[in-house]
Nanobody
Framework: QVPLVESGGGSVQAGGSLRLSCTPFWYMHANGCMFWFRQAPGKEREGVAVIGYSGATIYADSVKDRFTISGDNAGHTLYLQMNSLNPEDTAMYYC????????????????????WGQGTQVTVSS
């Protein structure tokens, strides 16, 4: 296991943008996919986006057309570009990777045992 580390969170006004980063990215190739999850106070943890080694991506309906998940092989970094942020996006955001090789069909469900980063806080004010 190599620790996952997120960065890039912060406080922004509604309508603003942030880009979250997570390293290392090679887990996507080793275990099939990588994820971004988030958890707001009083809410259950929810899957935000997943990217597979093929480049395929899936997004939660709540963030479609606003968030983009991507990876940089050269920089060994997973990204989550977040645009048009609103207060409902306020949450702790976590990078995650499967603990074992996982098929894309399994990745799509946002289920299974994952390695987790420590989280980075995103706060959006109105």
């Amino acid at each position: 296991q190599v620790p996952l580390v997120e960065s890039g969170g912060g406080s922004v006004q509604a309508g603003g943008s942030l880009r979250l980063s997570c390293t290392p990215f090679w887990y996507m190739h080793a275990n099939g996919c990588m994820f971004w999850f988030r958890q707001a106070p009083g809410k259950e943890r929810e899957g935000v986006a997943v990217i597979g080694y093929s480049g395929a991506t899936i997004y939660a309906d709540s963030v479609k057309d606003r968030f983009t998940i991507s990876g940089d092989n050269a920089g060994h970094t997973l990204y989550l570009q977040m645009n048009s942020l609103n207060p409902e996006d306020t949450a702790m955001y976590y990078c995650a990777a499967p603990t074992r090789p996982r098929d894309w069909s399994e990745c799509q469900g946002f289920r299974g045992d994952n390695y987790w980063g420590q989280g980075t806080q995103v706060t959006v004010s109105s």
